[in-house]
């Protein structure tokens, strides 16, 4: 079992920076990769940041060089630090955990982000 809170949503304006945090629990040596997906309403969930327990990172082309996922070993906290947020931005945003054996995703409880003036 791993278990993960996440917390540093909110509002922000369009332009503005946020942090979101991601700490994680329980059977984490078999975690091979976490990361942070959105969904928005109407939409389906997408992968926003990917980072490997070698600290590889993954992102998709909409999201490179405004969103950025690292991670803290001595905390189990992984983070994704977003800039020039946009509206489009708008989204729960979710942190994921990984196991490749057997294959199984954790996921968090979800934090609202809603980028707005």
């Known amino acids: 079992q791993v278990q993960l809170v996440e917390s540093g949503g909110g509002l922000v304006q369009p332009g503005g920076s946020l942090r979101l945090s991601c700490a994680a629990s329980?059977?984490?040596?078999?975690?091979?990769?976490m990361g942070w997906y959105r969904q928005a309403p109407g939409k389906q969930r997408e992968m926003v940041a990917i980072?490997?327990?070698?600290?590889?990172?993954n992102y998709p082309d909409s999201m490179k060089g405004r969103f950025t996922i690292s991670r803290d070993n001595a905390k189990n906290t992984v983070y994704l630090q977003m800039n020039s947020l946009r509206p489009e931005d708008t989204a729960v945003y979710y942190c994921n955990a990984h196991l490749a054996i057997p294959p199984y995703d954790y996921w968090g409880q979800g934090t609202q982000i809603t980028v707005s003036s």
């Open positions: 980072i490997t327990s070698g600290g590889s990172t």
């Open positions: 329980g059977s984490i040596d078999t975690v091979i990769a």
